[in-house]
């Protein structure tokens, strides 16, 4: 006669009962160590109340910090899809990264455009991300002009010249640009355009 050892599945009530008995023993064992404090304290009745106080605090604190880091360990074993435990740092959310060279267009708005001129480097920079700088010019898409008897006897386009470095934020129209890095050799920024309307972040000039 042979005899067939049939493979039984994970019993679900049997994991269930392991994890309350892991539990249960850390809460008992967390209890036993507060009533060592106790004794150990309480044999000397010379020191202060407040002394011992604090140290009962302590113990219960980092007691119950462990056993949240246990119940939270044991749900995030039953639920793959749970959020980071980590303290992450969260950057900003772009949308789009653009290259662009020299008398390239970086952004156009209702009114302005901004374009880079230039690029240059700066010897005496404190770091890295002060060595090069971008010069770029906002002007007029529409040059206001003036006419008298039919000539134009004034042109006028509104240019303005700007300076921007490495991870600075600026507005033209109704989006929301950040340098992403500079070039001076050869003259190149990419900028990057927030995903939100408005991020919310100092900016360098404003735009329309």
Known sequence: MILLETTRGRDPLGVLLRILGALALLLAVALLALLVLFA???????????????RARGA???TSAVV????QGV????????????????DAEFAELL????GGVIAEGPAHALILVDGRLRPDAATPNEADLAIVESRLITPRETVVLGITVRRD??????YLYKGESFRVGGVYYKVNWVSASPPEIAVARYRAPNPGVPLKFELD
Do not use: C, K, W
């Not at 949240?68 to 119940?71: A, K």
């Not at 290259?99 to 020299?102: E, G, I, R, W, Y």
């Not at 386009?157 to 700007?162: A, G, K, N, V």
């Open 68 to 71: 949240q880091r246990t119940v």
């Open 157 to 162: 386009e509104e240019r303005s010249t700007h």
């Open 75 to 90: 749900t995030d074993r039953f639920d793959p899809a749970h959020p980071p435990r980590d303290t992450l740092a969260y």
């Open 99 to 102: 290259l662009v060279p020299s």
């Open 40 to 54: 150990a304290n309480f044999a000397g009745v010379g020191r202060a109340g407040e002394d011992f106080s604090n």
């Open 60 to 62: 219960i604190e980092s």
